[in-house]
């Protein structure tokens, strides 16, 4: 089964993405923030990274740099809505940074699956 890593600050947005997941199949790993994040990559085993744009400790654009530093291969979907930038602005950064795909909050659980699946196909 492939493993997912959700990175993520908000705990029932975690929750609501595992289960969904793990639903359809797929290990779950969660971090809070992008330290935990980038921890967990040292230590487990993880085909995609799920990862929120606004977190405290490390956001997911510094989040993405050191990720793409270490693990350029890693595929990676950046989720935000916005916060206090525009979503579209702060996923278009995303992408110049090296996300392979963006979501905007909220998004369905059928637009998340596919999302999942269309990354996972290319690795």
């Known amino acids: 089964m492939p493993s997912i890593l959700i990175i993520d ?15 359809a199949g797929y290990t ?12 967990s990559l ?5 085909d995609l990274v799920l990862l929120d744009v606004f977190m405290p400790d490390k956001d997911g654009l510094e989040t993405i740099k050191e990720l793409r530093a270490a ?5 990676v979907i950046v989720m935000s809505g916005g916060g206090t930038k525009g979503a579209v ?3 278009q950064i995303a992408r110049y940074l090296g996300a392979s795909r ?8 059928g637009r998340l699956l596919e999302a999942v699946w269309e990354e996972l196909m290319l690795v």
């Open 9 to 23: 600050d908000d705990a029932s947005l975690r929750a609501g993405l595992r289960r969904a997941l793990q639903k």
């Open 42 to 46: 040292t230590t487990t085993p993880i």
């Open 89 to 91: 602005d702060v996923l």
């Open 102 to 109: 963006t979501l905007v909050k909220p998004f369905s659980r």
């Open 71 to 75: 693990k350029p291969e890693m595929r």
């Open 28 to 39: 779950v790993v969660e971090a809070c923030n992008g330290l935990q994040g980038l921890q």
